[in-house]
């Protein structure tokens, strides 16, 4: 079992910066994979970012040049910086975990309980 538990959420002006964090626990095996996503008010669930064995990395077209996502695999945290916050950035960000299979990863099967980003 993985725990995930979020933090660094809040409420910003446009062009304002936010650095979530994501604090994991629990299977080792099960966290190989990490990533970030959101879900927007009245919006789908949709990837951000996500890492792998805490090097490889994946970002989202609309977040691309302003999100970086980090792993400090010591710490068992994973970050995920966010300049130039826009409005249509403001939704429920989650930190969710899945198994590696090789060099791909499985179906996210652990998830935080979320942090609300508001941007005005």
């Known amino acids: 079992h993985v725990q995930l538990v979020e933090s660094g959420g809040g409420s910003v002006q446009a062009g304002g910066s936010l650095r979530l964090a994501c604090a994991a626990s629990?299977?080792?095996?099960?966290?190989?994979?990490m990533g970030w996503l959101r879900q927007r008010p009245g919006k789908e669930r949709e990837a951000v970012a996500g890492i792998f064995g805490g090097e490889t990395t994946y970002y989202a077209d609309f977040v691309k040049g302003r999100f970086t996502v980090s792993q400090d695999v010591a710490r068992n945290t994973m970050h995920l910086r966010m300049n130039n916050l826009q409005p249509d950035d403001t939704a429920t960000y989650y930190c969710?975990?899945?198994?590696?299979?090789?060099?791909?990863?499985?179906?996210?099967?652990?998830w935080g309980q979320g942090t609300q980003v508001t941007v005005s």
């Open positions: 629990g299977n080792s095996k099960s966290r190989k994979c």
């Open positions: 969710a975990a899945a198994e590696a299979h090789g060099s791909s990863c499985g179906d996210f099967g652990f």
